[in-house]
């Protein structure tokens, strides 16, 4: 499987669990996302966007890496450029670095949003800044590595029908959710977690640096 990391402009934390998931990725930067490459020890093969969040520092800092220039007037996101450079080069699962917090909240969530689309279409996608991690939940079944403790969330982007957890402080038993409904927020890992979807969209999003057991 082609798998690429792609480095976005929100936070970054480096952690263990992070530097194992890079290991053997090829990386892609997203305009302001190249500030990660040196915490990370990550040489990009390409640096797209349109440079518009990009000091001079930093152009200077990365002159091999090669540049793919858009104009800042454009109908994509940075994120999005390089999302599809990576799809062009053949990936099958993408790591999105850097695809929560940052200035931009709109940003955030159409992160979430193209991951959702993208896993629909049979790519494996993780949304992560380090100490938080995104994985789309389609209908089907999932098991997760995440510690005993640990919180997390789904959080709905439609309603869901037959939502299944187990392995949580409050398990669910195909349980319908109202699209809005905050009942599926803020649950803990007790075990292995594992989710099941009969229908519907959400994201799972686990709080990596918060163990409340």
Do not use: C
Not at 84 to 111: I, N, V
Not at 123 to 145: K, N, W
Request: hydrophobic share 40%.
């Amino acid at each position: 499987m082609t798998e690429f990391a792609i480095l976005l402009g929100g936070d970054v934390s480096p952690t263990p669990r992070l530097a194992r998931q890079l290991e053997g990725r090829r990386t892609i930067a997203a305009d302001s996302g190249m500030r990660h490459a040196d915490q990370l020890d990550l040489t990009p093969e390409l640096w797209t966007g349109d440079f518009d969040s990009v000091g001079e520092t930093m152009r200077e800092s990365f002159p091999a890496v090669p540049r793919e220039v858009f104009p800042a007037e454009k109908d994509m996101t940075d994120g999005e450029i390089a999302v599809e450079a990576a799809l062009q080069r053949g990936a099958r699962s993408l790591l999105l670095l850097g695809a929560f917090g940052g200035p931009r909240p709109d940003h955030a969530f159409l992160h979430m949003a193209m991951a959702l689309r993208l896993a629909e279409q049979g790519l494996e996608v993780t949304l992560t800044s380090g100490e938080q991690e995104g994985v789309p939940l389609l209908p089907g079944e999932r098991a997760f590595d995440y510690a005993s403790g640990t919180l997390f969330s789904v959080v709905g982007f439609t309603p869901l029908s037959g939502l299944t957890l187990t392995g949580a402080k409050w398990p669910l038993d195909r349980h319908e959710v109202d699209f809005g409904s905050s009942l599926t927020l803020s649950n803990e890992v007790a075990g292995t977690l594992h989710a099941g979807l009969a229908q519907g969209r959400a994201m799972l999003i686990a709080h990596l640096g918060m163990e409340v057991g």
